[in-house]
């Protein structure tokens, strides 16, 4: 009788501990909160500087906000997150956002060793490199400027980037407080201009359909993109594939760690962890792409819980495709980039072909579907979806344009109706070979040099998309 008491007694001490752990694994601390300009900033629920930050320390159902690009938060959880080899597919801790099925706004995660042991996050930060950093849209060291309207209520925010851009935060009519954070919130923030930097992601919002602006998720690695699942949300998401497992949102692995010059690096825990957000861009009446957080959580260890490592990223395609595309495919294991991993592709369209270098071709035309698999496990696959079509109607073209003799052993002549037309030639590499600019009239276009094959003409004039004829080189 005395035994059992003891031994309920101790189930009772070791449930309490167990439930100590659990808390022990969320946000304990929040260092800095450094928001870009943003329609939700310097209002609670979701941009205020005291209570935003403080509702995801032990909690996954707070409401912060970052604001436009590059804004961010700097948080640490109880104890250091370890890169154990037993955490469940590799991943050590998850991220809370508020996405939608067709409603992702992307931060980039990165990590931060304590090195000088002094408590703070001032060492070295290290970005989490997901799906999209090797895109050749993905632009590092991205920089934008805000500039303070000092207006007392909602004001269009202006900014400019470091590649010569500018353009506005635009204000809407739901929230009406300024946008630019305000002196008394938020002291760190300059209040004539600031400047953000980061890794920026491409601009998808997709505002075909004005009541449902979509921005597409990302495949893995970014916050603020994958929907959540049920507690316990301690057992993570498998980032590899698209389905919600287990506790859902965004789960990170720190061996996606890239240094600077984007070499991973090997880090067995991390004490810090920064999020930003990543994209730069409006959305029509849903306000700017701002990356939200409501919780973060440090994944326990579970050797028994396991799944897929393998993934194939292709960077989005364009709704339409007109001339022979360059595809971006990355093949990923355990979220490490593979550089010579094999990968094979089958089309829906006949007449449609996927070369070694990814180069889409086609003489079929409308919706297709493209799958591409591993090689080595062709249950790894990914299928991508597009419309292809024959550039501009080609009797617009026929009654614009004529090229002739095509094929052509060489030399071709264009005639045009006195427009002025820029006129590129490009190769089946998309590369682009040569321009005659203002064109009219009549013009020779030399092909002698070039090895026999196909060949793409574009023909600009102002006004008017873009026209395309293929050449054959006989
Ligand atoms: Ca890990
Ligand atoms: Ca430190
Ligand atoms: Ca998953
Ligand atoms: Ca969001």
Redesign the pocket.
């Known amino acids: 009788m005395k035994k059992q008491k003891i031994k309920k007694i101790l189930i009772i001490l070791v449930l309490c501990c167990c439930i100590q752990t659990v808390n022990a694994q969320y946000i304990t601390e929040i260092f800095e909160y450094t928001p870009a300009p943003g329609q939700f900033i310097n209002a609670a629920p979701w941009g205020s500087q005291i209570l935003s930050p403080q509702s995801i320390v032990g909690s996954v159902t707070g409401s912060l906000s970052l604001g436009a690009f590059g804004g961010y938060v700097v948080f640490k959880f109880a104890n250091p997150v370890e890169n154990h080899p037993d955490n469940p597919f590799g991943v050590d801790f998850t991220i809370f956002g508020n996405s939608l099925p067709t409603w992702s706004e992307p931060g980039v995660v990165s990590v931060m060793k ?10 070295v930060w290290y970005e989490l490199a997901g799906s999209d950093y090797f895109f050749s849209s993905t632009i590092k060291n991205y920089q934008t400027t805000y500039y303070n309207p000092n207006s007392s209520s909602a004001t269009d925010v202006l900014w400019s980037d470091n590649l010569g851009n500018s353009g506005y935060i635009f204000a809407n009519t739901n929230q009406t407080q300024p946008y630019f954070p305000m002196a008394d919130s938020f002291p760190q923030i300059n209040q004539t201009q600031y400047t953000l930097t980061g890794t920026r992601l491409e601009n998808l919002v997709d505002k075909t359909d004005p009541t449902m602006i979509a921005f597409p998720r990302r495949s893995f690695g970014y916050a603020d993109n994958q929907l959540r699942g049920s507690a316990p949300y301690t057992i993570p998401d498998n980032p590899y594939t698209r389905e919600k497992e287990n506790s859902g949102g965004d789960a990170f692995d720190i061996s996606w760690a890239v240094d600077a010059n984007g070499n991973y690096v090997d880090l067995e825990s991390i004490d810090f962890v920064k999020v930003q957000t990543a994209v730069l861009a409006e959305a029509g009446w849903s306000g700017e792409v701002s990356t939200e957080i409501t919780g973060a959580v440090d994944v326990e260890p579970n050797a028994a819980i396991t799944g897929i490592s393998d993934i194939i990223v292709i960077r989005d395609l364009p709704k339409s495709i007109s001339v022979p595309f360059s595809m971006e495919v990355f093949v990923f294991h355990q979220g490490r980039l593979q550089q010579n991993a094999e990968i094979q592709w089958e089309s829906s369209l006949n007449g449609v072909t996927v070369d070694e270098n990814n180069l889409l071709t086609f003489s079929d035309f409308g919706a297709v579907e493209l799958t591409c698999s591993l090689v080595s496990n062709p249950e790894i696959f990914v299928k991508v979806h597009t419309v292809l079509s024959e550039n501009s109607a080609t009797e617009e073209w026929e009654k614009r344009f004529q090229l002739f003799p095509n094929p052509t052993r060489g030399v071709l002549t264009l005639t045009t109706e006195s427009e002025k037309a820029n006129v590129s030639v490009y190769n089946m590499l998309g590369q682009r070979l040569f321009t005659m600019e203002n064109v009219s009239q009549q013009q020779t276009i030399d092909l002698s040099d070039q090895p026999h094959g196909s060949y793409f003409l574009k023909i600009e004039t102002q006004g008017v998309a873009p026209v395309f004829k293929k050449i054959i080189k006989q």
């Open positions: 304590d090195d000088n042991g002094n408590g703070f996050p001032d060492d």
